[in-house]
Every structure is written in structure tokens, then in C-alpha cells.
């Protein structure tokens, strides 16, 4: 054993003297890739494992809840009393109707006079006039009678009755955005616990870069913002082409450090329903990855390194698997990196309360690269084609 160690270590040696050798570079290079992943999951994505600061009790204030609905009959007759009946004192709930055709107009207008904290408004349908969800959140912020800002969308539910409540606790005067959690109902498939993931996962992302100060992303689902930054801002003007960014690209633009904070307690969250099928889901993302191009140039140089590094360390680790003694070192490298990984994902997990993704999470963490740069290239040449709804 003392000598099979010994040739180990001599091989070794020799590879690392050898700079003609092109398995030295591949080492370096998957040494490299395993060094900047490290570094993401020890410095940044580790701390979506932090407990929470105890924070002073904020009193409550006026807020606005906004949702736009398109074709939404089934889920604002299912959702809309949720939001409507919070356990919260001085708040109103805006719907956009936006240029529906089934019964959301009508399911509206009854719900108006049971509840006195409602107000509809509409976009009308314009065949020479085609619009996103832009144009009705607009009008629906522009309609609101408060500074503070909730948005949620129609296919969505708070988890809890204190939802405003749990989310206003950050409605404090050096806070301009407040980011929350937005996810997907438990299902079965494989499909379903895929995109519980990947949106997990990107929770993650834009929770701890948040914590390190770098703010890039909110979602739709689930976000929170000063109405007077919207107006400041002129709103999506400077993406009003794009179908996408109402929520990430509207965050990249305006949000700062210091003044956006990410709320995660579980009563804050809210949850939708998953797509059924990999087009829709796939379609969806597509749409999604239209806003990343008008992204910081830093977020894009940060949110490209992450995935690259590691699909790289995944590739230069099977090449090098086939070499003795270089395998050791591989195995070595990798698992130390599946530990650390491991970590995240149970804190990602327990964070946002999330079942049945750990055990296939090592395949979700090897695929999903690929798959968003699929999506993210599909996204860029069929721009013109996606819609909101």
C-alpha cells in the first residue's frame, strides 16, 4: 500500500512538471472550474443558510396589491378571496383586467360587491394594438392609491393569511424593493420536481446575491416596491419592447444595495401551479430569458461563470476519470464539491420548503445548464413569437 501510494504521488508529481503534457492543462483547468465553484457556494450561495436578524415590529401602513388577469376566470374565482381576506388592516387589492374573453370580467364584478377593498379596472382588446403585461401593470400601478406596491399574479396564492403582513414588516423608510418567494406546488412527475428546482434554485441566486449586496432579480410572483420608484423610473419605458422584465429587468434597473432586502419567512411565500408539460414550461422560460441580454454587465459575467465553471468541472472530471492516477484527484475534487453542494441544497430546501428534490438534485444540478442554455437560445431567436398569455 506504502508503495502504491508512493508511485501515486511520484505520477502525480511528474503530470504537474510535464507543462508539455496536455493532461497537466486539463488539470489546471478542472482545478480552476472547481476553485470558482467553491468560491460561489462558500462565499454566496452558503448563506441562504443564515438565520434571520430579529427585526423591530414595523406599524402597519396603507399598501396595494396588485394583479393583472388575462383569461384568469377559474383563478380569480379560486385565488382572489385569498388576497382579499388577509389578515391585514388598511390595504386594497387592483385587478387589471386585461382584455379577457371568458368570465373574468363578470366573476370580477360579483366579487365587487361582497368586498370593498377591490378595484377592477381594465385594458380593452385592440386587434391593431398587440400588448404584454407591461402595459396592464401599468395601469393597475398607476391606479393605485398607496406608496407601497404588492405584486402577485392571478394563478398565484399566498400560503398564509399574513402574507401583506409578513412582507410589510420590510416596508421600512430605507427599503425601496422587497423580494419574496414565489414557487410551485408539490406534484408528481418528474417534470414537476424539475421546475421546483430550477426556480428554487434561482430563489437562491437572487436571495444571496442580494445579501452580498449585488440585487439583480425579483419575480413577478411574489415582489414589492415603492410606487414613487416606479414613477421616478418612468416605469418600462426603457424595456417596454420586451415581452419579459417586468419583474427581474425592472429589479436589475432600479434596485441598489442597501435599500432591497429579500423577505423569507414561510408565511411570505406564495405558490402556483406548475406547468403540466415541458413546451409549456419550456415556452415559459423562454420568454423569461428575454430580459437577460439588458441585464448588468456584471450579473451576466456572474450568472454565466456559475453554470459554465460547473458544467466544465463535470466535463473535465469524466475526461480525466480515465487516467490513472489522475482519477484520485478527480474524485477527490468532486466530492468535496457534492458536499458543499449538498449543503446548499438542504438549506435551499428547508429554506423554501421544499420535498423530493434532494436525492435527484446531483442530476438537476448536471442538466439544468444545458437545458437553460437551450432556452436562453431559443429565447433570443423566438423573441417575437412569446407572449404573456
Not at 28 to 40: D, E, H, Y
Not at 274 to 281: D, G, L, T, V, Y
Not at 290 to 316: I, M, V
Request: with cysteine.
Amino acid at each position: 500500500m506504502h508503495r502504491f501510494s508512493n508511485f501515486m504521488f511520484k505520477d502525480i508529481v511528474a503530470l504537474f512538471t510535464d507543462y508539455s503534457n496536455w493532461k497537466f492543462w486539463l488539470v489546471c483547468s478542472l482545478i480552476l472550474a472547481w476553485t470558482i465553484q467553491m468560491c460561489f457556494y462558500l462565499i454566496v450561495f452558503v448563506r441562504i443558510g443564515k438565520k434571520r436578524k430579529m427585526r423591530q415590529y414595523v406599524e402597519a401602513m396603507p399598501i396595494s396589491v396588485v394583479i393583472c388577469a388575462r383569461n384568469e376566470a377559474e383563478n380569480i374565482s379560486k385565488n382572489l378571496p385569498l388576497i382579499l381576506e388577509q389578515e391585514y388592516p388598511d390595504f386594497e387589492v387592483i385587478v387589471v383586467n386585461d382584455a379577457s374573453n371568458d368570465d373574468t370580467a363578470s366573476i370580477l364584478a360579483q366579487m365587487k360587491q361582497k368586498y370593498k377593498n377591490l378595484y377592477v379596472t381594465s385594458v380593452p382588446f385592440d386587434k391593431n394594438f398587440f400588448h404584454g403585461k407591461k402595459l396592464a401593470l401599468t395601469v393597475g400601478i398607476k391606479a393605485a392609491k398607496n406608496e407601497w406596491l404588492l405584486l402577485t399574479d392571478a394563478d398565484c396564492v399566498p400560503t398564509s393569511k399574513w402574507w401583506i403582513k409578513t412582507m410589510s414588516q420590510n416596508f421600512i423608510p430605507k427599503n425601496n424593493f422587497v423580494l419574496g418567494y414565489g414557487g410551485y406546488f408539490e406534484e408528481k412527475g418528474f417534470l414537476n420536481k424539475l421546475i421546483r428546482y430550477d426556480s428554487a434554485f434561482i430563489a437562491m441566486q437572487y436571495f444571496t446575491y442580494t445579501d452580498i449586496g449585488m440585487p439583480y432579480m425579483g419575480v413577478g410572483r411574489n415582489i414589492a416596491y415603492r410606487k414613487s420608484i416606479f414613477t421616478k423610473s418612468k416605469g418600462f419605458t426603457s424595456h417596454s419592447r420586451l415581452m419579459s422584465g417586468d419583474d427581474d429587468l425592472f429589479v436589475n434597473e432600479n434596485a441598489k444595495k442597501g435599500s432591497t432586502v429579500c423577505e423569507s419567512l414561510p408565511d411570505s411565500f406564495t405558490m402556483c401551479k406548475a406547468k403540466a408539460s415541458f413546451n409549456e414550461w419550456n415556452r415559459q422560460k423562454m420568454r423569461h430569458y428575454t430580459a437577460s441580454e439588458r441585464y448588468k454587465t456584471k450579473h451576466k459575467f456572474l450568472l454565466a461563470l456559475e453554470p459554465f465553471s460547473r458544467s466544465y468541472f463535470y466535463l473535465a472530471s469524466i475526461i480525466l476519470s480515465f487516467f490513472n492516477p489522475i482519477y484520485f484527484l478527480t474524485i477527490i475534487l468532486f466530492l468535496l464539491r457534492y458536499f458543499v453542494f449538498l449543503y446548499a441544497v438542504l438549506k435551499m430546501a428547508n429554506k423554501f420548503k421544499i420535498k423530493g428534490i434532494k436525492l435527484v438534485s446531483i442530476l438537476f444540478d448536471i442538466v439544468l445548464p444545458y437545458i437553460n442554455l437551450i432556452q436562453l437560445i431559443l429565447g433570443k431567436i423566438r423573441k417575437d413569437k412569446l407572449s404573456w398569455k
